[in-house]
C-alpha cells in the first residue's frame, strides 16, 4: 500500500507543478503577444483560467495530505495530544461528509450538463473543465483519511509546513549568530 501512497504524492505534486508551469508561461506568452507585437491571443486567457482552477483544487488535495489546511488550532495545543487528535478527527469528520455532499452535486451538476454547453474560445465541454471538482475532493476526502489514520493509528503527526519552516530559519539564524561568535572573539 505504501507504494500507492507514494505514487499519489508525487501524481499530485507532479499535476500542480505542470499546471502551475503551463498557465504562468501560457500567461507570459499571453503579455509578451500583447506587449511586443500588439495582439492578443484569445483562448489563452480561459486555458488559464482553467488550468488555474485545476490548479487550485488538486494543491488543495495535495495541502490536506500535508496538514497544511488552515485551522484554529490554539485550543487543541493547550490539550493533551491524544485528545488534540481525537477532536481533529471530529473536525475531520465534518469535512468529510462536506466532501462527500459535494462530490455528489458535482457529479449530479456535470451530468445535467448538454453537450453544447462549452468553453467560449477553447470549444471544450464544460462538463470535462468541471471535472476538476469531483476530482480533487475525492483526492481531498482520501487525503484527509489518511492524515487521520496515521495520527490516530499509527501516532503519526504530520509535519506543519509553517511551523517546519518558521523553526529551520531559526536554526539557521542561530547557526549564524554562533558562526558570527566565533569570528569576532
Known amino acids: 500500500m505504501s507504494a500507492f501512497w507514494s505514487f499519489l504524492d508525487r501524481f499530485e505534486s507532479h499535476v500542480c507543478r505542470i499546471l502551475l508551469a503551463v498557465f504562468v508561461t501560457l500567461l507570459f506568452v499571453q ?3 500583447r506587449q511586443i507585437f500588439g495582439f492578443s ?3 489563452i486567457e480561459e486555458l ?3 488550468l488555474f482552477v485545476w490548479f ?3 494543491g488543495a488535495s495535495y495541502a490536506a495530505r500535508m496538514a497544511a489546511h488552515n485551522r484554529v488550532t490554539f485550543h487543541l495545543n493547550m490539550m493533551p495530544r491524544k485528545q488534540a487528535r481525537i477532536i481533529e478527527a471530529i473536525g475531520d469528520a465534518f469535512w468529510i461528509a462536506f466532501n462527500v455532499v459535494f462530490i455528489w452535486y458535482a457529479i449530479e451538476f456535470i451530468s445535467r450538463l448538454k453537450p453544447f454547453v462549452k468553453a467560449q474560445t477553447l470549444g471544450w465541454e464544460m462538463r470535462y473543465v468541471y471535472m476538476a471538482l469531483p476530482i480533487a475532493f475525492t483526492l481531498m476526502t482520501i487525503r484527509i483519511i489518511q492524515v487521520n489514520y496515521l495520527k490516530l493509528v499509527r501516532g503519526v503527526d504530520p509535519a506543519d509546513p509553517d511551523r517546519v519552516t518558521v523553526e529551520a530559519v531559526l ?3 542561530e547557526d549564524e549568530k554562533r558562526a558570527y561568535d566565533r569570528e569576532h572573539r
Open 31 to 33: 503579455i509578451v503577444a
Open 56 to 58: 487550485a483544487y488538486f
Open 48 to 50: 488559464s483560467v482553467i
Open 171 to 173: 536554526e539557521l539564524a
Open 41 to 43: 491571443i484569445t483562448w
